[in-house]
Nanobody, 124 residues
Framework: QVRLVESGGGLVQAGGSLRLSCEAS????????MGWFRQVPGKEREFVAG????????DYADSVKGRFIISRDNAKNTGYLQMNSLKPEDTAVYYC?????????????????WGQGTQVTVSS
């Protein structure tokens, strides 16, 4: 069992940066793939980024590639999403997810465990 808690969301102007954190509890987090997703009301949840258990492989949605960086610190049981050059269209609730799976599977279906989400609002 893995419990995930996101933090770091907020209001930022276009062009600004935010760093989201995903703190995990549970012994298996360090062996799981982690992903970040986002959702806007009325739209489907979309994949943002994913990272393998050891950070050896990452994947990004085309819409955030070159602007967002996913990372993790297994010693702290925490994952991160550094978001730079933010745009108004990045406004969403951001969720972290984890599961024993490949990054490709995470991208397609999401993980087994989910956090409660953190709101990110980018003003123009």
């Amino acid at each position: 069992q893995v419990r995930l808690v996101e933090s770091g969301g907020g209001l930022v102007q276009a062009g600004g940066s935010l760093r989201l954190s995903c703190e995990a509890s549970g012994r298996t987090f360090t062996s799981t793939t982690m992903g970040w997703f986002r959702q806007v009301p009325g739209k489907e949840r979309e994949f943002v980024a994913g990272i393998t258990w050891n950070g050896g492989s990452t994947d990004y949605a085309d819409s955030v590639k070159g602007r967002f960086i996913i990372s993790r610190d297994n010693a702290k049981n925490t994952g991160y999403l550094q978001m730079n050059s933010l745009k108004p269209e990045d406004t969403a609730v951001y969720y972290c997810s984890a599961g024993l799976m490949t990054v490709a599977r995470m991208r397609e279906r999401g993980g087994v465990y989910w956090g409660q989400g953190t709101q990110v609002t980018v003003s123009s």
